[in-house]
């Protein structure tokens, strides 16, 4: 699993406000063919909590896998702060984009405070070769703030210092299970002998 060089902040999926956004690309390779990221990606479900111990739950309305018209349920805690999101999905295009958008993501500091924010998740995915057996992801969080002085008082608090490590945990993690997942896979797997 190897970090490659990003290729844009993929904020074209998404019409969003440059200067109330922070915009937190990551993207990286998976040692895994696109249909096992494909398949794990669309039944995050089962392994949201499994990605980072900031994930608290993640739950697919009317049951998983993830699909066309979704709506997620999810929360997660990072550096005392609570999120909670109902996710609706907005683009999904199988083996390629997922792409979902919270219209009121509720944030509650340690200290009772609560803010709002619109968060948009995609995740698109790419061959990384020819011989289909690895996978790059490109994954991106956009938060978009109420307003400019909400983005002043974010960067002034350092929100996205604080954010962006969580992000490349929760991919590295999401790396990690997938790896596994495609060695046991390949280790099971009938061989022939001539």
Known sequence: M?????KGALSALFEVPAERSIVMPYRYRVNAPRALVWDQLI???????????AHR???VRGGGPLSAGSVMDCEENVAGEQVVHIFKM????????VAYTSQDSVTTTPGG?????????SFILEDAGADDCATVIDFCVIVV?????YRMVARMIGTEATWRPHIVEESLSLARILDRK???QASSAPTTLD
């Open 43 to 53: 039944n995050l479900e089962q392994i949201y909590t499994q990605t980072s111990p």
């Open 90 to 97: 907005d683009r999904f295009v199988p083996g390629e984009c």
């Open 113 to 121: 405070q609560q803010f709002h924010s619109r968060v948009h998740c």
């Open 2 to 6: 190897t970090r490659t060089t990003p």
């Open 182 to 184: 495609f060695l046991l």
């Open 57 to 59: 739950f993640f739950s």
């Open 145 to 149: 703030l109420p307003n400019r002085f």
